[in-house]
């Protein structure tokens, strides 16, 4: 796999087959952030658009400060939150915050408790059920909180790469990770018995 350094050099160079192995990169997480934080479908296209051409006019200014997907996925979520602000959409929806982390907030969530009730098939549709469940209720949280979850649990991002993406204090990327699990955590448990999950 090229180095980000040789894609964008090549980029520079006037290689544009290189720009779009740059996309094919990094479309995956630019995808999941535009996804989490736009929910009108019609709009998304455009703003994946818009993300690529100001990454590619803002090429020569790239200085490798961290990995390009990350660079990429800042520029992704800034271009959503300007999207947000210009239709003064809410980002993040505080009414059902808490203060204090809880490192189990999702514990029950995919119990492994529950292996050895089902044979092997009957287990996998019970997951399968239980991670759709999952998705619905992730979609109905605040485009932050989505965007988060989805960068730390899918994308796998740490706090560090999240908090430049974000441009938020560290500190705060786990204070909000943290209040969006307890508010999955609280509706899931509103909708379903715990002995369900």
Not at 106 to 118: A, D, Q, R, T, Y
Not at 167 to 186: C, H, I, M, N, W
């Amino acid at each position: 796999m090229a180095t980000d350094q040789y894609l964008v050099g090549k980029v520079l160079d006037g290689d544009t087959n290189a720009f779009a192995t740059i996309i094919q990169n990094t479309e995956g997480l630019v995808t999941q952030i535009v996804f989490k934080m736009i929910s009108r479908t019609e709009d998304r296209k455009d703003i994946a658009q818009d993300i690529y051409l100001k990454a590619f006019k803002s090429l020569p200014g790239f200085r490798y400060q961290s990995k390009l997907s990350t660079w990429i996925a800042q520029i992704a979520y800034n271009t959503c939150l300007t999207y947000l602000e210009k239709k003064k959409l809410v980002l993040l929806d505080n009414r059902n915050e808490h203060s204090e982390p809880d490192n189990d907030s999702l514990e029950f969530v995919g119990s492994k408790s529950v292996v050895g009730l089902f044979n092997q098939t009957e287990n996998d549709i019970f997951q399968r059920e239980l991670n759709e469940i999952l998705k619905s209720e992730i979609e109905l949280l605040s485009p932050l909180h989505k965007t988060l979850i989805t960068l730390y649990h899918n994308e796998e991002l740490s706090y560090e790469e999240i908090a430049r993406i974000t441009q938020l204090p560290e500190g705060t990327v786990k204070s909000y990770l943290f209040r969006a699990r307890r508010s999955l955590k609280d509706s899931l448990l509103r909708k379903y018995k715990k002995e369900e999950l």
